[in-house]
């Protein structure tokens, strides 16, 4: 916490043209706030990132609370999203589909941008957003 306050604290001093790279954690924080990031140009890392303006997020937010009647959790998003991806990558390529996924590169997700597993076992695409005109975008 402490260096990201410095860090934010010390870009806003300088003035210079430097490029500040944060992760999700930077959008709870008590020492910059949204205004700031944006007017520093701040780009942020967010690998659990969910666009909640989505047709995809609200058909889900939709169904979730008529299922469950509350507020689903960022689990939910990424266990749903989870599912639907590796569901259909088994309907498609049988029980060896992780050989499919080294050879296609990216595949699009239902409630997050997509998904990267051809040179891991870890999802290697990772979503950068950034607040424009007050509202949070991403911008890969």
């Known amino acids: ?10 870009r806003d001093n300088i ?3 430097i490029t500040l790279v944060g992760n999700s954690r ?6 910059a706030d949204f205004q ?3 007017r520093l140009n701040v780009f942020i890392l967010a690998p659990d990132y969910v666009d909640y303006q ?3 997020f609200r058909s889900f937010l939709k169904k979730y609370q008529r299922q469950y009647g ?4 960022n689990y939910s998003y990424i266990g749903y999203d989870m599912m639907l991806f590796f569901g259909k990558q088994l309907q498609e390529g049988g029980t060896l589909f992780q050989n499919q996924l ?5 595949y699009q997700g239902y409630l997050f941008k997509g998904y990267n597993y051809q040179e891991s076992n870890d999802n290697a ?14 911008v890969n």
């Open 1 to 10: 916490r402490r260096q990201r306050q410095m860090c934010i604290r010390d």
């Open 15 to 17: 003035g210079a043209d």
């Open 26 to 31: 930077w959008l709870q924080s008590r020492y």
């Open 36 to 38: 700031q990031l944006e």
């Open 54 to 56: 989505s047709d995809n």
């Open 70 to 73: 509350s507020i689903p959790t």
């Open 102 to 106: 080294r050879e296609s590169g990216m």
């Open 125 to 138: 695409y990772i979503p950068v957003i950034q607040f424009k005109d007050g509202v949070l975008q991403q």
